[in-house]
């Protein structure tokens, strides 16, 4: 067992409705996965986040960039088959092992749509199997369930849900920001909105017209859900 470290203190803060809208715009539209922040929170009741987060009332609870990323994660696994049982012996058997008390935003993991993975030297490790080895013939079947950004010591730090989009919990508090700036994807949305061009808040902001196109799907996206 890896023995307990301190982890940073993130800035991000989000509510549940906008987590849950975070979420639910990186998943493909046709794929038969509804997530909305009455799940989130059900999750969150369940103890699939910050263990401290359960007893928090509703309108108080808020959650942080690692809280965010792992509902993420949680998310994900539902959506490819994995059951609450799978995930709650993954999530638990991973902070045994990890030592980290949020390891679904700490650790790389696949699945084949019923159970959880983690590579450890180069050896799939079946976590919702209580740490048991899985066969090499398993390894062409695992489906990636990250797509996040890790520094040096393993942590997420970054999340790009869709191309040019980031967020990144030190850059203002964590909201949705054009790649690269510290732009939030929501000013740019708001002047397109009000009637501006998209080439006029491009030059605005000294951004392509590109950025300013990606900024306004992903916030279409995420008022839709």
Same mark, same amino acid.
């Given at each position: ?10 800035e991000g803060i989000y509510e549940t409705t906008e987590a849950a809208r975070y979420i639910a715009s990186t998943f493909h539209p046709n794929l038969p996965f509804i997530i909305y922040s009455r799940k989130v929170v059900? #999750? +969150? ?10 007893? @928090? ?15 993420? @994660? +949680? $998310? ?13 012996? &993954? ?31 180069? !050896?799939?490790?079946? &976590? ?5 080895? $899985?066969?090499? @013939? ?20 970054? #999340?790009?849900?869709?191309?040019? +989009? ?8 964590? &909201? ?12 740019? #949305? ?23 196109? !990606? ?11």
């Open positions: 067992m890896v023995a307990n470290i301190e982890l940073p203190k993130f059900r #999750w +969150i009741r369940l103890g699939l986040a910050t263990p401290e987060l359960k007893e @928090i009332p509703g309108r108080q609870l808020l959650l942080t960039f690692e809280d965010l990323i792992s509902m993420r @994660i +949680i $998310a994900a696994l539902r959506a490819t088959g994995v059951s609450f049982r799978k995930i709650h012996i &993954a999530e638990n058997w991973l902070r045994r092992y990890t030592g980290h008390r949020r390891p679904f935003a700490t650790e790389m993991l696949w699945t084949e749509r019923s159970d959880v993975f983690i590579d450890l030297k180069r !050896q799939y490790i079946a &976590a919702s199997r209580f740490g048991q080895y $899985a066969f090499e @013939i398993l390894e062409e079947y695992l489906i990636p369930v990250h797509g996040l950004i890790f520094d040096k010591s393993g942590i997420a730090i970054l #999340w790009e849900p869709q191309d040019g +989009i980031l967020l990144d919990p030190l850059v203002q508090f964590g &909201a949705p920001c054009i790649k690269g700036t510290r732009i939030p994807t929501d000013a740019l #949305w708001s002047m397109v909105k009000a009637g501006d061009s998209m080439e006029f808040v491009a030059n605005s902001y000294n951004l392509s017209v590109m950025e300013v196109e !990606q900024a306004v799907t992903w916030e279409d996206a995420i008022r839709q859900n």
